[in-house]
């Protein structure tokens, strides 16, 4: 069992900046891709981002969903075990539940792929 822990949800108004943090413990962090996925009241889960895994290497695909392209910045960090999700520009609808996730796959940007999730760190963004 891997073991996923999401930090640094709050309240900001828009425009502004969050930065959230995974830890991941129990399985060996750099062998799993990684994603952020986020979930809005009364919608379903949605794909936000994702970082390849990268045992071996120092190489790494990250892929966005088109709706934060060029806002939210996707980063992992090996000998930490951990998975940032850096959030510029933020808008109204930003706000939602916002999960770490780890798939065993290579990458994936489907929330099915994945194996293990976080409880959820809550993003309100106020207008």
């Known amino acids: 069992q891997m073991q996923l822990v999401e930090s640094g949800g709050g309240l900001v108004q828009a425009g502004g900046s969050l930065r959230l943090s995974c830890v991941a413990s129990?399985?060996?962090?750099?062998?799993?891709?990684m994603g952020w996925f986020r979930q809005a009241p009364g919608k379903e889960r949605e794909f936000v981002a994702a970082?390849?895994?990268?045992?071996?290497?120092?190489?790494?695909?990250?892929s966005y969903a088109d709706s934060v392209k060029g806002r939210f910045t996707i980063s992992r960090d090996n000998a930490k075990n951990t998975v940032s999700l850096q959030m510029n520009s933020l808008k109204p609808e930003d706000t939602a539940v916002y999960y770490c996730?780890?798939?065993?796959?290579?990458?994936?940007?489907?929330?099915?792929?994945?194996?293990?999730w976080g409880q959820g760190t809550e993003v309100t963004v106020s207008s």
């Open positions: 996730a780890a798939s065993i796959r290579y990458y994936s940007d489907h929330r099915s792929e994945y194996d293990y």
């Open positions: 129990g399985r060996t962090f750099s062998m799993y891709s």
């Open positions: 970082s390849s895994r990268s045992a071996g290497s120092t190489y790494y695909t990250n």
